[in-house]
């Protein structure tokens, strides 16, 4: 593509992105469009290759961002295997951005070539991006590539095979996570809890267990012990309700949801009274979805917050739990009249 052809395009695409953002764009549209705003000089090198925009080109103009993002969606979209070659590209940057498109758009054609970038790229950062990337492809045979990836010395590569292998799901992944765990390498060890949760690893909750005693990596675990609706981890987890960490609280508040058993209410209902708006409406959620009527009652204390977003929170969740008493009372019914037949 010469440079003519090049600064064509960039203008047609400039048009349409002015449309989409106008008030008459569609919402898919302007969503995409706003998305071009995070994207950085990977992305608008990889668009228009080495010498477009020039090395001095103000990146941060939201404009010329929009462009570029806009344009790589074309450009996969319209011919994905353009992204395939970029995997060759003489800077480390846009191979990895290109490895990072891959995977998002799912181009399944590139599998293979992303297995090469694995095999021989010189840059750890564009090996892990490929690692990451193959997983979200779909395809259960690149398995093995990824479970040789664990045997790394290079601990970047082990901690995205390791995630890598969680997206997918692997069986294999789960009978060696309780060692990953406790890993000497920070990475290793928390990519290993992030994708206990991911699979579903009900074998490595004692470990979790053990590592939430410890506080190391309280966040990762919190979540993957959610995950796995770790009933056992209710009494540990609890602990963590008045931790001075916001984000810790946040996390527990949703993480409770996900057990969806009784036994967590008390925390919850703790929780929903937090001093940080973000928690109180995350536990809010959380007691709409286990369905607990003991809920109700800080539920409609909380109607009458003086921040419109908890009173939103609270109509939400007892909307919900007005939902499951509906299903309750309609389930009896049924009960009922099947006992009735019989």
Known sequence: MNSQNRLTTVEEIARAIEEDLSPGGTASRRK????????IRPLLLLVGGSDWPPRDANIRDRRTILIASYA????????????????KDEDARVRSEACRQIGTLKVSDARSALIDVIDGD?????????????????DMSVEPVLLHELDSPDESRREAAILALGEIRSDHLRSRLPELILSDSQIVGSAAVTAAGLTGARESVPVLID????????????VALGKLRATEAVEVLSTFVDSPMRSARDLLARSLGLIEDP?????????????DGRVRRTACESIGKIGDHRGKAPLMELLKSDEESDRDAA??????????????REMARSVGGIKHEF
């Open 263 to 275: 036994i967590v209410m008390e925390s919850l209902l703790l929780l929903a009274d937090d001093v």
């Open 315 to 328: 109509r939400a969740a007892l909307a919900e739990l007005r939902k499951r008493k509906r299903l309750d």
């Open 211 to 222: 590592l939430l005693k410890s506080g190391r990596y309280l966040g990762p675990t919190i």
């Open 122 to 138: 010189a840059d750890p950062k564009v090996i892990r991006q490929a690692i990451l990337s193959i997983s979200q492809l779909g």
């Open 32 to 39: 995409l469009a706003r998305a071009g705003v995070r994207i």
């Open 72 to 87: 790589l969606q074309k450009i996969a979209e319209e011919s994905p295997d353009h992204l395939v070659l970029h995997l």
